[in-house]
């Protein structure tokens, strides 16, 4: 009876520690990866079928910035030059982030430049950016100024801004919340509209600079790996066990 007692609370421990690693394991996990076409992943979209993801060539640094149209397999299929840092995906178009630029730019579905709508009243320019199907959500990292802000492009102005309890940097909307990537912590956010974290994952590289959700998973471009992942479910197998190392306690 005594070993019975001291092994079932032996399990009590072990799942008290691993519960948090477990239930993230079993949400979103690494799936797929492939390495990024060029040397620094900055902003990744998708329009469901395509991945598009904005590069930096780094020989020498900063010396030529690209969109590129790849497949899921991570083929390219269309690669041109563009002074962009990120982009997302509009349905008919792209929208997309430049350093310095208080504002966004805009790019036809050939990745071509059409225009730029300068905004006002920003300390900082934005460095990422997601559509919601309505507003456009960027982020603002800066120092002593985590920020999302939420946008109206119809009336070019801030319809609200929120403070972030991390460092926001890649997002893309998954047609009911945010995922944010938090640099500083290397780390993954779903966030909800209103900026509350709902939950976190870690991150599958040190620095997640790009964000896309393609209607079945999450993708992650890290200019440190340079690497392209994608994050699915866990498998039906792993669930199972999860489940079942539970209900031992229930």
């Known amino acids: 009876m005594r070993l019975f007692l001291a092994i079932m609370i032996g399990w009590l421990v072990l799942l008290f520690f691993l519960h948090p690693l477990l239930a993230q394991a079993g949400d979103l996990e690494v799936i797929d990866s492939f390495a990024s076409p060029l040397d620094d992943c900055r902003g990744l979209t998708s329009d469901g079928t395509f991945l598009y993801v904005a590069d930096i060539v780094d020989d020498p640094p900063g010396s030529l910035r690209r969109l590129s149209k790849l497949d899921k397999d991570g083929n390219v299929l269309t690669d041109v030059e563009a002074n962009s840092w990120c982009l997302t995906h509009q349905g ?14 805009r790019y036809d579905q050939n990745l071509e430049y059409i225009d730029n709508t300068e905004l006002s009243g920003w300390n900082h ?14 982020t603002f990292p800066a120092a002593g100024e985590s920020l999302l802000r939420k946008i109206d492009v119809g009336t070019q102005s801030t319809v609200a801004t929120f403070a972030l309890p991390f460092s926001p940097m890649a997002i893309a909307w998954d047609g009911s919340n945010l995922w944010i990537s938090d640099l500083a912590g290397s780390q993954i956010h779903q966030v909800s509209t209103a900026a509350v974290v709902l939950q976190s994952i870690p991150s599958p590289g040190p620095s997640p600079q790009g964000l896309a959700w393609d209607g079945d998973g999450l993708w992650v471009c890290d200019d440190v790996t340079d690497t392209i992942y994608l994050l699915g479910e866990a498998t039906a197998t792993e669930k199972s066990s999860w489940s079942g190392l539970k209900s031992m306690f229930r």
């Open 92 to 105: 008919s178009f792209f929208y997309s982030t430049l350093i310095h630029v208080h504002g966004y730019q």
């Open 125 to 138: 320019s934005p460095r990422r950016v997601a559509w919601d199907g309505q507003y456009l959500w960027m």
